[in-house]
């Protein structure tokens, strides 16, 4: 099994996909465990000062004016846990709550935070246990950090609480640490609000987000693709002279993807050998290298803003270099919020024009010579009819998931945190319109090949027979008379999120950018 060492400087998204979906095993380096060692140190000298700072020797938040004495100190820290695992509603996915955790890890290697090194190998010690504690919807307002749901993962580092274990159980974390050989930790100053403080949430689930759109636009290319070849359009539109000239690098991109799947096409180019013959295609079609690149450029944007985060040691208060332990405002999500926001309103764009795309494929009006919603026998036969309207039903939800969280703030904590990212639900939100942009292009793929297939004694281009294939060989029909839908939906569904579409396609394109 892989292995991903930590070290003091950050991670890499790949890391966090692997810990997170893959399960590989987690270490920290002896550069680390050096710096977990000399922060700590600092926090042991400031302790025994009569001086309160805070986090150290003081309460939290709103509380932060009352000195703590020695002896309540580790009553506090198991208090903040305890009393900050206040999440409610369902459960978080198991990858969500792992990257939670193995990136709160990174930012504790990073020796800015304090925390014992014997604290930190014992987060090391769960991830790699399989143990997965159970962290709830709602909790996080995206500013001092995930609070809540961080304060669930905690919880189990003291072994209370619930956790799942590594055969999908949940159990009392208490047994589950015992079961796996791990001491529960005993918290000192500094450490509880340590594990509380930062963006993991939400930058995990921007990690995975950027993973699976990275699929999903491939997949949105070759779906537009096979939509222009069912409907006979033109590929002249999409020759790269035209994109040099508006040099969006996203763009140039997609057009090119597109290019290349409909390499050798019989199907494209008969728009003016019709009765009535178009001057151009339409804007779904004719603009979807438009759409789906400025899609691509703003996921470089988000890439760029993760990237920064991993690197980044989010704590407050944290040790600097000079020794120094200095009150911070580096919890706040906005930076990940805002692009969690701005994936969600460009996803549900590309899930818009690939529907529009489908529409006009299930018109006989503007379909150019294809069967009423490509049914068998029109009439007796409804053929895709509500199939789009399962689509059009998705992108009206992903419509509304496209309205920006991080746009809200509700104060909190008497005022003293009066200002908040709402990063988490931005996050959360993106998940269910990906899923809803996956299922939009499902769709799409399982009208357009149909519409090829139909087109009868014209030649799809290579690419495009790959994925009508492959499709096929997934178990999903192809045309024919009415019949339940849901499992062909399913099926497609299931096709495109496991990348077996790219993967079709790829052997004969070369890989697509």
């Not at 580790?74 to 193995?102: C, D, K, T, W, Y």
């Not at 930058?203 to 995975?208: H, P, T």
């Not at 709402?422 to 799409?444: D, F, H, P, Q, Y």
């Not at 495009?464 to 497609?492: H, K, T, Y």
């Amino acid at each position: 099994m892989h292995t991903v060492v930590l070290g003091t400087s950050g991670t890499t998204p790949q890391d966090v996909i692997d810990v997170a979906r893959h399960g590989a095993r987690v270490e920290l380096s002896a550069e680390a465990a050096e710096a977990l060692a000399g922060a700590r140190a600092v926090v042991d000298a400031l302790a025994a000062k009569p001086e309160p700072v805070y986090g150290v020797s003081t309460g939290f938040g709103a509380l932060a004016t009352r000195h703590i004495s020695p002896e309540l100190r580790a009553q506090l820290q198991r208090n903040i846990v305890r009393s900050h695992a206040a999440g409610m509603g369902p459960r978080v996915e198991r990858e969500v709550v792992r990257a939670l955790m193995f990136l709160r890890l990174k930012t504790v290697a990073s020796g800015h935070t304090g925390v014992r090194p014997e604290v930190a190998q014992t987060m090391a010690d769960v991830l790699n246990a399989g143990i997965t504690p159970v962290v709830h919807e709602y909790g996080s307002l995206g500013c001092s950090g995930d609070l809540a749901p961080l304060s669930h993962c905690a919880l189990t580092l003291m072994g209370e609480g619930d956790a799942e274990g590594p055969d999908g159980s949940v159990e009392p974390a208490g047994e589950l640490l015992a079961a796996a050989g791990i001491a529960p930790v005993e918290l000192r100053e500094k450490e509880g609000l340590a594990l509380l403080n930062g963006t993991d949430g939400m930058l995990g689930m921007l990690i995975m987000a950027l993973a699976d759109l990275d699929t999903l636009y491939k997949s949105a290319d070759i779906t537009a693709a096979l939509s222009l070849e069912a409907l006979l359009g033109t590929e002249k539109v999409l020759e790269p002279e035209l994109h040099a000239i508006r040099p969006h690098p996203g763009q140039g991109a997609s057009a090119a993807n597109m290019l290349a799947v409909l390499k050798g096409s019989g199907l494209t180019g008969h728009f003016q050998e019709e009765e009535a013959p178009r001057v151009q295609d339409a804007y779904s079609v004719r603009c979807a290298p438009q759409v789906a690149g400025a899609g691509r450029d703003t996921m470089a944007h988000a890439r760029l803003v993760a990237e920064r985060e991993l690197a980044s040691a989010v704590d407050n208060p944290v040790v600097l270099a000079d020794g120094q332990v200095r009150s911070n405002g580096n919890f706040h999500g906005a930076p990940v919020a805002y692009v969690l926001d701005f994936l969600a309103i460009a996803a549900a764009d590309l899930g818009s024009i690939a529907e529009r795309r489908t529409d006009r494929l299930l018109d006989k009006n503007r379909s150019h010579g294809l069967p009423p919603f490509l049914a068998d026998d029109a009439g007796v036969d409804s053929g895709l009819m509500i199939a789009q309207y399962t689509q059009a039903a998705l992108v009206s939800e992903m419509k509304r998931l496209a309205v920006p969280a991080s746009a809200d703030s509700i104060p909190s904590s008497a005022m003293q945190e009066d200002h908040v990212s709402m990063g988490w639900s931005a996050a959360r939100k993106l998940r269910t319109a990906i899923g809803n942009l996956n299922r939009i292009i499902a769709v799409e793929l399982y009208a357009a090949t149909r519409g090829i297939e139909l087109r009868r004694g014209l030649t799809p281009a290579p690419a495009s027979q790959a994925a009508i294939d492959a499709l096929r060989a997934a178990g999903v029909e192809g045309p024919g008379p009415d019949r339940f839908l849901a499992p062909d939906l399913e099926a497609a569904d299931t096709f495109v999120r496991e990348g077996r579409l790219v993967a079709a396609v790829e052997p004969v394109t070369g890989p697509l950018a």
